[in-house]
């Protein structure tokens, strides 16, 4: 805390002595503190080599994913005769990680690093044994996924800042790395079609991808799919580009399509080889999308800025997305009462560690793989100096969209253009990016419209709006030293396009915590209940619900009039529509899983019809005598 106020205090003597923006840069300093990519802090580019023979690391098992797991636990025990508190254990893939062929972002005269890439996780020492300090021995746990290339693991001193290579271990790899994995599940661009998306090392002249599936008990078909990959000169600068590089192998997209309403699906991904066999995944299901406007009960999850974790501890997530794995855990506890899930931006936090992504993917994997796992694009994912990004922040660490745009499918019709539209059921929701330019005028405007113009509210009552920035209301700190309480420009085009077309409610991540408005209209709230809604719409629910995982974002001191419920902790919205008049919308605590607020809309259609202030056309009085 005391470092956050020195930083902020440096601003503020900067902006009175060159006129700085102080609360955008205020801004910019919460967004940064406590949120830096861990895998950053490390050095690697100053490493120097100091083996020695008293040092030993060994790791075990050798062969790992035997009986087809994609995930295991390894033992790494290591010894050193001086030891220290700052020694720690970095985790390298692939095994072999010296300088030989480190790529260099500036002048070519600079010297190679002996180590050019970063580890994908590290461990400190004296992690799971205190007396480390006193006997140079210990051993630590790390749980290793699938990741297309072979481990090792190398032993520091000098801590993070100036890294000494003391000892390096054997290599241990799974039997097959080239394994297909991490499905993900997305809306095609028709409702009755979904999308599975995963990782391997297959590429096309290889083995030919394809998902073999079927309706549960029946025969099963095989649709082809397409293959991407990227390299690091698809990267728009460092670290992606350089210490952050690692490479992502191939990502498969199949389209399965002319599905059954609301049925179950099983579905396995497959690749064959030139030789004429073929490499398997598990057996996943899914069940299918209801037909738009299907009378019956259906249930999306919302939230943002989640991030990843480790099981293991790995101390380079220590405090960094807290909440991310009891978020994960709750969603998949609930599993079975959940249909579709929005994350809307802020995906991993990678900010330029490619390892990251599939960390992130195997995370959510019992999730992705078994219902749509819809994403938007964040400023950690898009946010690069000329790219073409809204904002000309730094905050994709060189990635500029590849990673999202690649790891993820999204029915958008380019998905370097992060925004779509998607049916469920009686839900029409449109997502818009947020770090491209949403204002009057642009692409992404027109769009927006031509989404909440299309939904037929007879059939899908329930219009949703979202954005990873909060382009409608938020009392977060920083917001409320602009004065704006949203993002600059925020809702000045947009609350116009809600009002006009009644979209229900608008959800928005970015800020790290959870807020509901009253229904809103320029300012006012237009509706003085607070738990039941009914009958016609006059304003819209803005909710930012931007407590995934991150670290938490600080409320301001002053009381917004708009805001009815705040809560500084970690959750995630969950909607419920019984039918077409009736809706429930909670928000969960990520610790528990339990319901903290909560409200109802209850309307016909009739109600969606109503003229409300800025949200009929003109009419005409014509004279009933002729």
């Not at 738990?531 to 301001?556: D, M, R």
């Amino acid at each position: 805390m005391k470092n956050t106020h020195f930083l902020l205090r440096v601003v503020l003597i900067l902006s009175v002595l060159v006129g700085f923006d102080f609360a955008a840069a205020s801004a910019h300093a919460n967004r940064l503190i406590g949120g830096e990519q861990p895998l950053s802090k490390i050095a690697i580019h100053k490493v120097t080599i100091a083996l020695r023979d008293s040092a030993t690391i060994k790791a075990s098992p050798l062969v790992l994913g035997i009986k087809g797991n994609d995930t295991e636990w390894v033992n790494v025990d290591f010894e050193y005769e001086e030891p220290s508190d700052d020694d720690w254990i970095g985790v390298f893939s692939p095994a072999k990680f010296n300088g030989s062929n480190c790529y260099m972002e500036n002048d070519r005269k600079e010297q190679a690093p002996y180590i050019c890439t970063s580890p994908i996780k590290y461990q400190f020492a004296n992690f799971s044994n205190s007396n480390y300090r006193k006997t140079g021995k210990a051993s630590v746990k790390f749980q290793l996924i699938n990741q297309r290339a072979d481990f090792s693991f190398a032993l520091f001193a000098g801590g993070l800042s100036n890294p000494k290579l003391v000892a390096v271990s054997n290599s241990i790899s799974f039997a097959n790395p080239k394994a297909p994995v991490y499905p993900r599940l997305a809306q095609g661009k028709s409702w009755d079609e979904m999308t599975v998306t995963w990782t391997s090392g297959y590429n096309i002249h290889e083995a030919i991808p394809f998902v073999q599936w079927g309706l549960m008990g029946q025969h099963k078909k095989r649709s082809p799919a397409g293959t991407l990959t990227f390299n690091r000169n698809s990267m728009c600068g460092s670290p992606a580009r350089t210490v952050g590089w690692r490479d992502p192998g191939f990502i498969h997209t199949s389209f399965l399509k002319d599905l059954w309403p609301n049925s179950v699906y099983t579905y396995m991904m497959g690749h064959l080889l030139s030789n004429g066999s073929y490499i398997w995944s598990k057996k996943y299901s899914f069940r299918s999308s209801p037909y738009p406007g299907q009378n019956s009960l259906q249930r999306a999850i919302i939230f943002g800025d989640m991030g990843k974790a480790e099981r293991d501890g790995s101390n380079e997530y220590n405090n960094y997305q807290p909440g991310s794995l009891n978020t994960t855990d709750q969603l998949i506890k609930d599993l079975m009462n959940i249909d579709i899930i929005f994350h809307i931006g802020d995906i991993t936090y990678s900010n330029g560690y490619i390892s990251q992504w599939d960390q992130f993917t195997a995370q959510v994997e019992p999730i992705a793989s078994t219902v749509p796992y819809m994403i938007a694009s964040g400023n950690h994912e898009r946010d690069w100096p000329g790219t073409g990004s809204f904002y000309d922040t730094m905050d994709s660490g060189g990635e500029c969209g590849v990673l999202a745009e690649t790891m993820f499918y999204v029915p958008a019709e380019n998905r370097a253009k992060f925004w779509y539209s998607t049916d469920y059921g009686m839900f029409h929701f449109c997502i818009a990016d947020s770090e491209h330019d949403w204002r009057e005028g642009t692409e992404q405007y027109r769009f927006i419209e031509h989404c909440l113009a299309s939904a037929d509210r007879k059939k899908q009552p329930w219009l949703i709006f979202a954005a990873h920035r909060v382009l409608g209301y938020s009392s977060d700190k920083y917001y409320g030293l602009e004065g704006s309480f949203e993002e600059p420009m925020g809702r000045e085009s947009l609350q116009r396009l809600w009002q006009k077309y009644k979209v229900d409610i608008a959800f928005y991540g970015h800020v790290h915590n959870y807020e509901r408005s009253c229904p809103i209209y320029q300012n006012q709230c237009v509706n003085s209940e607070t738990s039941h809604y009914s009958g016609i719409v006059n304003g819209t629910i803005h909710v930012v619900v931007g407590g995934g995982g991150a670290h938490l974002s600080e409320f301001s001191s002053v009381n917004t009039s708009w805001s009815l419920y705040k809560d500084h902790d970690w959750g995630f919205v969950k909607l419920t529509a019984f039918n077409q008049s009736s809706l429930l919308f909670e928000y969960m605590k990520s610790s528990d899983g339990k319901v903290y607020d909560s409200f109802t809309i209850s309307r016909d259609y009739k109600d969606v019809l109503a003229c409300v202030h800025d949200g009929c056309e003109a009419t005409t009085l014509t004279s009933k005598s002729h």
